[in-house]
């Protein structure tokens, strides 16, 4: 690698070009122009790029969708980066109608179709118009004289959120087999309602995706995360991507787990990249000078830095693809693309099973997929298109990075908005090759189109080889609603020879309301695994008024492959509560437990019958013997606990009574977990009235666990699973607020202290404020983080805790400005006076703490002294080199930015709060108070991350209320922990991450 550095360095130098009569050089590269930019391209053996269109037609495209006809709908979207644009009038979005008129394969007539359309990012066609996402809002516009202008613009949603640098919007609009169309909302997320319905209660999509009914204009929520770019294969799987995330799969669809609120599910978006975060692109383009520029800002400081490097890491991930034509050869059908616009290339996965998901494993060697050596090309979105081949969306702009990565004297140099005027698309063709629709017995061609054809036509569409097709054709019939499809949609789904065939022309028949238990039938015993997947699926709105579906699932806990019963876990939930339901549940875990997502899938189906089922576990000696048997019956029993459900819970005490003695250790997991989810009233009302024996239990996990967490000769993850187990203790005992006080004695590990504290704080008791107030004094910065967080967790808390700061009892200092700031709009209006009267009083501004503190940019730094001051300050949230935790922002490639930069996000990290680590305030019904980013949101619960590092899950039943403050998740104050020189030292480490 040291070889390609110094090739690509050079190359960059020598891109720089001279400024007439002085000594300095341009930061610029110029652009090229359409034809000259096809000579930059490389791609692998086989294949060509060709040029569809460019500017002028078209300008700053972000993405397209074709219609019936093959017309192409591009949305321009200039004002992507805008805030940094230094001159001129800001520019506004727009959707152009591209057509060829002449058949060369080359759009060659562009018509404005809608203009002034603030921030579009997304199109999608339907019923001769299309759908376009301008956030706020979601649009429906239509043509209906035939001028090619939009004479129809109707708002139908509204509440999308855009972020500040607009990189983070609803994106990626895809039909879907289920006939709606699936919508990306980024990290920006939002909460959106009918437009046409003011008074409706707005829903939060944060992390979540959306389902469009397009002829009801209603919507659902199911799974979602990334920020540019959802892909979905012939199968219905979706995939996602984000920056430094290239490659992530969507492992359920969170409807199945909003049926059960009882239970926190994990994320169901999932990283698949087999090569690692870190893997290696192989960029062909020159550094960008800029780049060259910040490398010798940095090098005028600390002259021992390694100096430019080039980009090749996955920084900047966009518009995940699955090829899903029918023009390249068959090895290529169902590879992953993601376009790295950053490194103006193009990457292509090839996906492999992975029990019931998928891994990605990079196709090609040594080379990219597609590659330029412009830094120009920026491939933000792909399309699968009429002709069978793949098309690639260019925004082609200089600067695609947000202005905190480009040092202040290169950004006073760029122009920001250069590249707004431009855009190009390209098909991307295998040499060679015939369309494979050639080799099918119907007379159909990838150039033959669906807008003229009759309904039965559109019907043999729905096997077609090549996947845009099939998507038309059922889109169209969607539209049409023709009963005179259903006969051959019938014969279609029982006899194609093409499993995608059947599928498809099933999930007509269910658009059309003409669905049938005697249609589906058949295919839950198909031959094809994904055929059953889909036929269980749509079993899921007739199952009940059908027997002889329900007997056949019950007899698909047999099926051969594991990612049918992965399906059948969830669709058995549709069925209403029954003893055959709940064995065939049982049946499933006892087979594949050892998989965390069957495991979710059926307690996702247990929002009724988890006494049931648990009851079942409890009398197989050999289920719950295994590790993920216990960790199974200790979730249902923490579902039983949080339900409070009478019925269950005599099932549960039933089940310890089956469980034999020398098997305590499960029987205490199953009373911890029921326990950790129930509240205090249930917990006296269930001991009371329930059992000596769950009593007895309960006494004797709590006596083992103060022994342990006493003990000195314990290992230390033994002390703190038992310190853990304490929120469970009575904290009126003395011995029990004793050991406490113990445990956050200076000779006990930072470790042993933190969570000491963390349990402290599950306590709602009088005496716990008081000790947290006495050892305040010599708790250690961090720790002093975490015990912040205890005592500003209840009102009374707070409010005594502001107390003693205003009778100087804790230093004001100790109480940092952004703490103070939200609770200034605490709903208790004590609370609020406090902060207010405290949040008047003098303390050093964040601009002085910056200048104070720009003296260490001068200072030489040591990387080893760096990497010693991030593992004691940074590592609770932030990770680099495989030290510490991603919580925060993610540090992949920090060192490209400037140091002056990093300074003063550290020291002032409320200048600019991006909406994903804005921090919340989220109030449980039992009025504890938690605070921290949101890192994982399902349908079910939030996961909140604090600032100390420490995380918090609550299942959405039990949150009051949840808020956003607007200021950053990481706290002011670090100058507290760190001198001048310590500063230097961190950001020389910082520096090694390029």
Same mark, same amino acid.
Request: hydrophobic share 40%; aromatic share 6%.
């Given at each position: 690698?040291?070889?390609? /550095? ?64 093959? /017309? ?33 394969? @080359? ?7 809608? !203009? ?20 706020? !809002? ?17 708002k139908v949603l509204t509440g999308f959120a855009r972020d500040f640098a607009g ?35 707005? &829903?939060?999509?944060?992390? @979540? ?58 994320? +169901? ?46 920084? %900047? ?9 029918? +023009?390249?050869?068959?090895?290529? /059908? ?21 029990? &019931? ?52 004297r290169v950004l006073d140099e760029l122009d920001a908005s250069s590249g707004t005027?431009?855009?190009?698309? $390209? ?7 015939? %369309? ?47 009963? /005179? ?12 020879? @093409? ?50 579906? #329900? ?14 019963? $992965?399906?059948? +876990? ?20 006892? @087979? ?62 039933? %089940?310890?009574?089956?469980? #034999?003695?020398?098997?305590? =250790? ?11 989810? =129930? ?40 002390? &703190?699973?038992?310190? #853990? ?59 002093? &983080? ?102 925060? =922002? ?100 910082? +520096?090694?991450?390029?």
């Amino acid at each position: 690698m040291g070889f390609l /550095r110094l090739l690509l360095f050079a190359l960059s130098a020598s891109l720089f070009t001279a400024v007439p009569g002085t000594e300095e050089t341009s930061l610029r590269i110029p652009p090229k122009e359409p034809r000259e930019a096809l000579k930059t391209f490389r791609l692998q053996p086989g294949f060509r790029i060709e040029l569809v269109a460019a500017e002028p037609l078209i300008r700053d495209p972000v993405a397209i969708d074709f219609d019936e006809s093959g /017309r192409m709908y591009v949305v321009e979207y200039p004002e992507f980066n805008e805030y940094s644009f230094n001159k001129g009038p800001k520019p506004s979005g727009a959707v152009k109608l591209l057509e060829d008129t002449n058949g060369d394969g @080359r759009f060659d007539k562009s018509m404005l179709f809608l !203009d002034t359309v603030a921030f579009p990012t997304a199109v999608a066609c339907y019923d001769g118009g299309v759908f376009v996402g301008a956030a706020p !809002d979601l649009l429906y516009c239509k043509d209906t004289n035939g001028d090619g202008r939009a004479d129809v613009r109707n708002k139908v949603l509204t509440g999308f959120a855009r972020d500040f640098a607009g990189g983070g919007l609803l994106n990626s609009f895809r039909w879907g087999l289920d006939n709606r169309i699936h919508i990306a909302t980024s990290f920006a997320g939002g909460n959106i309602r009918s437009a046409n319905r003011p008074d409706d209660e707005p &829903v939060s999509i944060r992390s @979540r995706g959306v389902l469009l009914d397009p002829r009801a204009h209603q919507i659902e929520l199911t799974s979602g995360g990334g920020q540019h770019g959802m892909g979905i294969d012939d199968w219905g799987r979706t995939f996602l991507c984000s920056n430094v995330n290239p490659m992530q799969l969507l492992m359920y669809d969170g409807r199945y787990v909003a049926r059960n609120p009882f239970f926190a599910p994990p994320a +169901a978006a999932v990283d698949i990249n087999g090569e690692g975060r870190l893997a290696e692109l192989f960029r062909i383009s020159p550094l960008e000078p800029w780049r060259i520029e910040r490398s010798r800002i940095v090098a005028a400081s600390q002259p021992d830095d390694e100096g430019a490097k080039p980009g090749g890491l996955f920084t %900047s991930s966009s518009g995940i693809t699955i090829y899903r034509g029918d +023009a390249w050869p068959q090895e290529y /059908r169902g590879n992953l693309f993601v376009g790295e616009v950053t490194n103006n290339l193009v990457y292509r996965a090839k996906l492999e099973a992975s029990g &019931v998901g998928r891994l990605a494993r990079r196709a090609d060697r040594d080379s990219e997929f597609l590659a330029s050596t412009d830094i120009w090309f920026r491939p933000v979105q792909f399309a699968n298109a009429p002709d069978g081949n793949l098309y690639v969306v260019d925004m082609y702009r200089e600067l695609i990075e947000g202005a905190a990565f480009v040092p202040k004297r290169v950004l006073d140099e760029l122009d920001a908005s250069s590249g707004t005027d431009r855009g190009r698309i $390209y098909r991307i063709v295998a040499v060679g090759r015939a %369309s494979q629709s050639a080799k099918r017995d119907v007379n159909l061609q990838s150039g033959d189109l669906p807008h003229k054809m009759a309904t039965e036509q559109l019907v043999a569409l729905l096997e077609h080889r090549n996947g845009w097709h099939r998507d038309t054709a059922a889109r169209l019939l969607y539209e049409r609603q023709d009963r /005179r499809a259903v006969a051959a949609l019938k014969e279609l789904a029982a006899n194609s020879d @093409r499993p995608v065939g059947r599928v498809h022309a099933m999930h007509a028949l269910d658009g059309l309301g003409q669905l049938t238990p005697e249609g589906v039938l058949p295919r839950l015993v198909d031959t094809h695994p994904e055929v059953r997947i889909h036929a269980l699926k749509l079993s899921e709105s007739i199952v009940n008024e059908a027997p002889a579906l #329900r007997a056949e699932l019950y007899s698909m806990v047999n099926d051969p492959e594991q990612r049918v019963r $992965y399906q059948l +876990a969830f669709s058995l939930g549709a069925i209403s509560p029954s003893v055959s339901r709940n064995e065939a549940l049982a049946q499933l875990l006892i @087979r594949d437990g050892d998989d965390e997502w069957l495991r979710t899938a059926v307690q996702s189906s247990l929002a009724q019958g988890a006494g049931d089922v648990l009851l079942l576990l409890s009398t197989r000696p050999q289920f719950r013997g295994r590790d993920n048997g216990k960790q199974m019956l200790q979730a249902l029993a923490a579902q039983i606990g949080a339900q409070n459900r009478s019925s269950d819970l005599a099932l549960l005490l039933k %089940s310890l009574e089956l469980i #034999r003695e020398e098997e305590n =250790a499960i029987k205490q997991a199953m009373t911890l977990g029921l326990f950790s989810h =129930a509240n205090d009233e249930v917990k006296q009302r269930f001991l009371a009235a329930g059992s000596g024996k769950l009593a007895e239990l309960l006494s004797d996990l709590i006596t083992d666990a103060r022994k342990t967490a006493a003990s000195n000769d314990a290992t230390t993850d033994d002390r &703190v699973d038992a310190i #853990r187990t304490l929120a469970l203790a009575d904290f009126r005992d003395a011995e029990v607020q004793a050991l406490f006080a113990d445990l956050l004695q200076l000779h006990q590990s930072s470790r042993i202290q933190s969570v000491a504290l963390g349990t402290l704080a599950k306590h709602d008791h009088p005496e716990v404020l008081p000790l947290l107030h006495n050892k305040w004094p010599g708790l250690s910065p961090k720790l002093r &983080v975490q015990a912040m967080e205890a005592m500003f967790a209840r009102t009374d808390w707070t409010l005594a805790t502001l107390d003693a700061v205003v009778k100087k009892q804790i230093a004001r200092t100790d109480i940092s400005q952004s703490r103070l700031a939200m609770l200034k709009d605490h709903h208790n209006p004590q609370v609020q006076q406090l902060a207010r009267k405290l949040l008047r009083t003098p303390t050093l501004r964040r601009q002085e703490v910056v200048e104070t503190y720009r003296s260490s940019l001068q200072m030489k730094g040591n990387a080893d002294r760096g990497k010693t001051v991030f593992k004691g300050s940074c590592s609770a949230c932030h990770k680099m080199n495989g030290i510490g935790n991603s919580v925060g =922002a993610d540090l992949a490639g920090i060192g490209n930015r400037p140091a002056e930069t990093i300074l003063t996000n550290i020291l002032d990290p409320n200048r600019d709060v991006k909406p994903k680590f804005a921090n919340y305030v989220l109030v449980t019904k039992d009025g504890r108070t938690v605070t921290g980013v949101i890192i994982e949101e399902t349908a079910n619960s939030i996961r909140l991350v604090r600032a100390d590092g420490t995380d918090a899950t609550v299942l959405r039943i039990h949150i009051e209320s949840l808020r956003n403050t607007g200021i950053s998740f990481m706290p002011e104050g670090l100058e507290k922990q760190i001198d001048p020189q310590a500063m230097a030292d961190l950001l020389t480490f910082l +520096a090694t991450d390029k």
